[in-house]
């Protein structure tokens, strides 16, 4: 069965990779799966029909059959348990890759995202200018972290797995800001990340919504 997910009719990202739904099509893209994408408006978002799949009124969604998920990192996590690619055989080695997706989202990702909420949201407030330094210091700590544990591997633990693709999606979301080029063996990291053909699909995917939109 060929599940569909949801994403943004008009994403805020531009179409730079950075929307929710796209760790899930290059899961998807990875082991292989066909699938379905329903855009969603904003205010679709929020109507009754879509807060049934997502009860917080968000992308993406999950739908094979009977089965809804939301959260992006769960449904990476369901894709990666359904279908090989993404997760080792070996029962240990499985644990480790699914420690790497909660570290990733749960330990990685928060300051970064902190990060952007207040470049987007408080830049106005008079506390700005001596709160973003602490966030940025946050963000490095992680990094300084991170970048000691990887060591001039190629991956966090022996092969790409699951892992590797929600680390790399969340470094991802540094772009711009100048911290990432800091720690060149993260920078690499990424980079080889989106060499993947997987994430290449993935990622004309997601820009070609943004740039059918910008021509049509």
Do not use: C
Request: aromatic share 8%; proline share 6%; net charge negative.
């Amino acid at each position: 069965m060929v599940p569909t997910i949801t994403a943004f009719e008009q994403s805020p990202d531009r179409g730079q990779g950075l929307a929710r739904d796209m760790p899930v099509r290059w899961a998807l893209e990875e082991v292989g799966q066909p699938y379905n994408v329903r855009l969603v408006s904003f205010s679709a978002m929020k109507e009754t029909t879509h807060r049934a799949l997502h009860p917080f009124g968000q992308i993406p969604t999950y739908e094979e059959g009977d089965l809804a998920l939301f959260e992006s990192g769960a449904i990476v996590l369901h894709i990666a348990e359904r279908h090989a690619g993404l997760l080792p055989q070996d029962a240990n080695a499985r644990a480790r890759a699914i420690t790497w997706m909660f570290a990733a989202i749960a330990t990685v990702e928060p300051p970064i995202v902190q990060r952007e909420a207040a470049m987007y949201l408080e830049r106005d407030k008079t506390w700005y200018e001596e709160r973003l330094p602490l966030i940025e210091d946050r963000i490095r700590s992680r990094l300084d972290d991170l970048s000691m544990r990887l060591g001039d591997a190629d991956w966090l633990d022996d092969v790409f797995s699951a892992g590797d693709l929600l680390m790399v999606q969340v470094l991802r979301r540094l772009g711009g800001s100048n911290i990432l080029e800091q720690y060149p063996t993260l920078a690499a990291y990424v980079a080889r990340g989106e060499a993947r053909p997987a994430f290449k699909r993935a990622f004309d995917a997601q820009l070609a919504v943004f740039t059918g939109q910008a021509t049509g």
